[in-house]
């Protein structure tokens, strides 16, 4: 949630600070959303679920439609797999690599970039 003036809410409901992000998804048969994650939501110090639980404490519990409240048969957890799916979504329908080839960053094992340079193609008109 953002309020459009820089600020956000943010680690919202303590209760649902849930661990084992994995251990959801599959225990929702999201498997492909995970092999998704695994592939393109990376963490940079190489701990993916570390990671995952940040993202959903910090972001996803804010989002007031995922409320279990706003659920008509709530089943424990779900609403990670839904904020997850969604996110993913979200991101897979922007050309976000397009944009950074078109900038010329490129995956490499030896180039690097500043993060200015990706802020920049990612930003640009």
Not at 68 to 88: G, K, N
Request: proline letters at 5%; hydrophobic letters at 30%; charged letters at 20%.
């Amino acid at each position: 949630p953002d309020h459009c003036d820089g600020t956000y809410d943010a680690n919202c409901d303590s209760s649902r600070a849930y661990k084992n992000i994995t251990g959801i998804l599959q225990s929702y048969g999201a498997d492909s959303l995970l092999s998704y994650m695994q592939t393109y939501w990376k963490d940079y110090q190489g701990d993916d679920e570390v990671f995952w639980e940040h993202e959903w404490s910090k972001h996803g519990t804010c989002i007031s439609t995922l409320s279990p409240d706003c659920y008509t048969a709530y089943t424990p957890q779900e609403e990670v797999v839904d904020f997850f799916q969604r996110t993913v979504d979200l991101y897979a329908s922007l050309p976000s690599y397009q944009w950074l080839a078109d900038a010329g960053i490129v995956p490499s094992h030896t180039d690097t970039y500043t993060s200015a340079a990706i802020q920049a193609a990612l930003t640009a008109p």
